[in-house]
C-alpha cells in the first residue's frame, strides 16, 4: 500500500525550490492525465494533523470554472495548494494580497496563473469588444478586467478565444511580478517564482506559457 505524506513532510514541502514546486505540480498533472491518481492527504488522520497550521508549497490562481479544480487537475490534497479562485483568473487587489500572504508568511516558492480554453469569461469579454455586448451587475468588472487582453489580440492571426486566453494569462503573470513590492524582492532574490499555464478541457494537460 502507497505511503502519502505526513505532516512532517507537508511541513519540508513548504521549503520545496521554485522548480521542485513545479514539478511536483506538473507530475501530479501527469497522474491526472494517466488515470493515476494518489489522492494524498485526504485522510481523517491527515486532516486533524493540519487542523492547528498549513504548509502548502504552491499558490494557484485559477479560474472558478467548475472544470478547473487545482486540487485535483494536479492531484494534490488538503494543506498542499493555496487556492484563488476567480472568474477569468483575474488578479485584483484581494488577490494579489492572498498572494503576498502565502509567498510572505506560508513559505510558498511558486505561483502558477492558469487559464483555460473555451472559458466563459473570455467569451463574454470578447464578445463585449467585438460585439458591443453588455452585461448587468459586477459581471462587469472581470469583464473589463479581461478585456485590454482582448484588445492585445484583434489584430493576431488565429483563433481570438485562444490567444485572448493566453494573453489574459501572461498579463496576470506580469501584475503579480510587478505590483507588489513583496512578491518582487522575492523574485529578484531566486524565492519564488510566477508562472503561466494552460488547461486542456479535452485530455487535461496543463502547458506551461511563456
Do not use: W
Amino acid at each position: 500500500m502507497k505511503q502519502h505524506p505526513g505532516p512532517h513532510e507537508a511541513m519540508i514541502a513548504a521549503g520545496l525550490t521554485p522548480d521542485e514546486a513545479l514539478e511536483r505540480l506538473l507530475a501530479g498533472n501527469c497522474r491526472f492525465v494517466a488515470a493515476k491518481l494518489e489522492n494524498p492527504h485526504r485522510t481523517a488522520a491527515y486532516v486533524r494533523s493540519i487542523a492547528h497550521s498549513q504548509h502548502p508549497f504552491a499558490v494557484l490562481v485559477g479560474c472558478a470554472d467548475s472544470r478547473v479544480a487545482p486540487e485535483i487537475l494536479f492531484d494534490q490534497g488538503l494543506g498542499d495548494l493555496f487556492v484563488n479562485r476567480v472568474a477569468g483568473n483575474c488578479v485584483s487587489d484581494d488577490i494579489l494580497g492572498s498572494i503576498e500572504y502565502a509567498v510572505e508568511h506560508l513559505g510558498c516558492s511558486l505561483v502558477l496563473v492558469l487559464g483555460h480554453e473555451r472559458c466563459g469569461a473570455i467569451q463574454a469579454a470578447i464578445a463585449a469588444a467585438t460585439a458591443g455586448a453588455t452585461f448587468n451587475g459586477y459581471v462587469r468588472h472581470f469583464i473589463e478586467a479581461i478585456r485590454p487582453a482582448v484588445e492585445m489580440c484583434r489584430a493576431q492571426a488565429g483563433d481570438l478565444d485562444e490567444n485572448a486566453l493566453r494573453a489574459n494569462v501572461l498579463r496576470n503573470v506580469e501584475k503579480i511580478k510587478t505590483a507588489s513590492d513583496i512578491i518582487h524582492s522575492k523574485l529578484l532574490s531566486g524565492e519564488v517564482k510566477v508562472l503561466g499555464g494552460r488547461y486542456d478541457l479535452d485530455d487535461g494537460v496543463v502547458t506551461l506559457l511563456g
